[in-house]
């Protein structure tokens, strides 16, 4: 086994004249949880089903474990896919649904059972063997369509948006389980998903799509935090944006003018530049009118939601932007109407790679 499982390299696929998957090259290392994240028709699903085998790139070549697949059928190669809707068997009871893959492989009975035993032990339901589908909840029936792939031992498995069926207490107990169940597997998942929430949480990595490209792969952190584009910063998360002027520039860090203030930013930009800047909502504070690097704005209104208060602000400059703050159970006097400054540490400040 090489250190890689997945090898893309320079993947496109289209359909008629659509361009789905637009020479896209990516590399998955053995073991690690890979999320292809993006909205619909970003070509992260077609990318899947490429890997799969089900759909055949018109462009490049796709290589599991080292060896060239691109030409192979689905049940040629060393993958299983888990999809949304699960594909259970609706006659089968759990145990032959389980079973199923492992007897076409012509395993022996008495084998066939211990491991269809260890499979519900791995999924947590060892007492359910003898149930239908139909008698079973929706996380259940996800957990049993994992266990009837992983019991073939596919050193990847593929996961095409599973837990979009289920309602959201139960994804988020889903997404738990599936993140240790990778973990006690030591197996490369690949997961697509649409919910920025949902990939953050789980993924070692994370691949942004966007029109048949990849946008950027990174950590949940580096995604979050130093999105390489507008457009990740945008979909990832809640993101202000405001534009301003260099007005000097000073050891590395632009000084620039925006909104009624001034901020630092740590960027290589020269005096005079129109610099766009990004900052996450839960990095700013209300500032004191003392402070020197600050913008200014007007409170539009306020979400009380327990543990935190989103803040509307409009910026003199026009632009609506949202604050996140902790409650820590004082009140903090900013009210509607308010008159306002904002601040922020110069590193929380994103400048855009591409």
């Given amino acids: 086994m090489t250190s890689i499982d997945v090898d893309l390299r320079a993947v496109t696929k289209r359909f008629d004249q659509t361009v789905a998957v637009d020479n896209v090259s990516l590399a998955i290392d053995h073991g690690k949880f890979v999320t292809l994240l993006g909205p619909s028709g970003c070509g992260k699903t077609t990318i899947l089903r490429v890997i799969a085998g089900f759909e055949t790139p018109d462009e ?30 609706p006659h089968l009871t759990v145990a032959e649904n389980i079973a199923f893959g492992l007897r076409r492989k012509g395993v022996a009975k008495a084998k066939v059972k211990e491991l269809v035993a260890e499979a519900l032990d791995l999924v947590r339901l060892p007492d ?61 998942f690949v997961f697509v998903t649409h919910d920025q929430d949902e990939a953050l949480a789980m993924s070692d990595v994370v691949v942004v799509m966007n029109a048949g490209r990849i946008e950027q792969k990174g950590t949940p952190r580096e995604i979050y935090d130093r999105p390489a584009t507008r457009f990740i910063a945008d979909f990832v998360g809640v993101t202000n944006v405001l534009t301003g002027v260099v007005r000097s520039v000073e050891n590395g860090h632009a000084t620039v003018e925006a909104a009624g203030g001034r901020v630092v930013v740590p960027a290589a930009l020269a005096q005079g530049d129109e610099a766009e800047i990004a900052v996450r909502p839960e990095r700013i504070r209300f500032a004191s009118d003392d402070e020197e690097h600050t913008i200014r704005g007007t409170v539009e209104s306020a979400r009380y939601l327990g543990d935190v208060t989103h803040w509307h602000i409009r910026l003199d400059d026009g632009a609506s932007w949202i604050v996140l703050s902790q409650n820590d159970g004082k009140a903090s006097g900013v009210e509607p109407g308010r008159r306002v400054r904002l601040a922020w540490a110069p590193e929380h400040s994103i400048r855009f790679r591409q």
């Fill in 60 to 89: 490049g070549r796709v290589f599991l474990d080292g060896v060239d697949v691109t030409d192979l059928p689905p049940h040629k190669r060393d993958v299983h896919t888990v999809f949304q809707q699960y594909a259970l068997f």
């Fill in 128 to 188: 359910l063997g003898d149930r239908v589908p139909a008698q079973l909840s929706g996380g259940q029936q996800q957990r049993v369509a994992i266990a009837r792939a992983v019991v073939l031992e596919p050193p990847v498995l593929l996961l095409d948006e599973p837990l979009g069926a289920l309602d959201r207490k139960l994804r988020e107990e889903m997404q738990i389980e599936l993140k240790e169940l990778q973990r006690r597997l030591g197996i490369s």
